[in-house]
């Protein structure tokens, strides 16, 4: 079946690195995403990678891709207080009307 | 507008009556999604439109819960006799129709007492 399944919170102090990690299903998903949704508002695209893929770096970002074992994980370098926010993971179903199977999202807090 | 946009934003109501929620896309998007997420639940898909074809309605939880899109454009969702377990935030999505990623609205927060 499709199940995407995250830790629901994540502390970190700031300067620190985050890490969320998320496991996935579907393995002909084609992309995995990651959206952030900040308080109060909806979800917005961070960054996304292509399942041919093992890694993708943008900015402060990395994202980490294990096929093998259906993991995904973003990594947040120098985390700030603005990076405070539900991150949430989803895999796409080619095909499928559906497009996306959303994790329940990490509460990423970030401590001053 | 530059976005996708949701009302209400914010929405209390009784047990048993019913509701309209109301979503706008983005201009030019030919797809748009509705979600129910609940607190700490992920994002549940209930209900997707493609331009002119058939909606795909396979996530709607009950038969109380409709919703229609007219013109193309602006979609709403009605969940009728409001139950207690519909209290969560609505969100609405459009789709870009060159990468397929989904631009989110605000979402519309539901309470039902």
């Known amino acids: 079946g499709e199940d995407v399944e995250q830790s629901l919170f994540l502390s970190v102090r700031e300067g620190d690195s985050s890490v969320i990690n998320c496991t996935y299903t579907d393995s002909s998903s084609t992309y995995l995403y990651w959206y952030k949704q900040e308080p109060g508002a909806g979800l917005q695209l961070l960054t996304y990678?292509?399942?041919?893929?093992d890694m993708k770096q943008d900015q402060r970002l990395t994202v980490l891709l294990n096929k093998k074992d259906k993991h995904l994980s973003l990594r947040i370098a120098d985390t700030q207080t603005g990076d405070s926010a539900i991150y949430f993971c989803a895999e796409s179903h080619p095909g499928s009307a559906r497009q996306l199977t959303f994790g329940s999202g990490t509460q990423l807090t970030v401590l001053p | 507008g530059a976005g996708v946009s949701q009302s209400p934003s914010n929405k209390v109501t009784e047990k048993g009556k019913d509701v309209e929620l109301r979503c706008d896309p983005i201009?030019?998007?030919?797809?748009l999604y509705w979600y129910r997420q609940s607190l700490g639940q992920g994002l549940e898909f209930l209900i997707y439109f493609q331009g002119n074809s058939a909606p795909d309605k396979s996530g709607l939880p009950s038969d109380r819960f409709s919703a229609e899109r007219t013109g193309g454009s602006v979609s709403t969702l009605t969940i009728q006799r409001t139950q207690q377990e519909d209290s969560a935030v609505y969100l609405c999505?459009?789709?870009?129709?060159?990468?397929?990623?989904?631009?989110f609205g605000e979402g519309s927060r539901l309470t039902v007492l």
């Open positions: 999505a459009s789709t870009s129709p060159g990468t397929g990623e989904l631009f």
């Open positions: 990678i292509f399942s041919n893929m």
């Open positions: 201009s030019g998007h030919t797809a």
